[in-house]
Nanobody, 118 residues
Framework: VQLQASGGGLVQAGGSLRLSCVAS????????MGWSRQAPGKQRELVAS???????YYADSVKNRFTISRDNAKNTEYLQMNSLKPEDTALYYC?????????????WGQGTQVTVSS
């Protein structure tokens, strides 16, 4: 499975962006799609995830500002980011974890840059 992320860019604080990630290839069974980010000099952190059944997780730092969603028919996930802050500036990666009988299979996209100016 290959993941292609898009939608990053430069936005002023308080603005919004919508990230998209399309998965090409076959996705089997129960899986979890998500977004992580990595700022310069910092560790990569999980921002949000959503299971194939629709259960979601958000990091405390983005709760009530970011919304993750997915369209299973299109193998696509989205991250709607509102009320953006300069500390949200990072390279955002989409990822997919397929829970196969043989074990978990992880796939990562190439990253899309989000820059929030103050």
């Amino acid at each position: 499975v290959q993941l292609q992320a898009s939608g990053g860019g430069l936005v002023q604080a308080g603005g919004s962006l919508r990230l998209s990630c399309v998965a090409s290839g076959s996705i089997f069974g129960h899986n979890i799609m998500g977004w992580s980010r990595q700022a310069p000099g910092k560790q990569r952190e999980l921002v949000a995830s959503i299971t194939s059944g629709g259960s979601t997780y958000y990091a405390d730092s983005v709760k009530n500002r970011f919304t993750i969603s997915r369209d299973n028919a299109k193998n696509t996930e989205y991250l709607q980011m509102n009320s953006l802050k300069p500390e949200d500036t990072a390279l955002y990666y989409c990822h997919l974890k397929q829970l196969l009988r043989s074990g978990p299979l992880d796939s990562w996209g190439q990253g899309t840059q989000v820059t929030v100016s103050s």
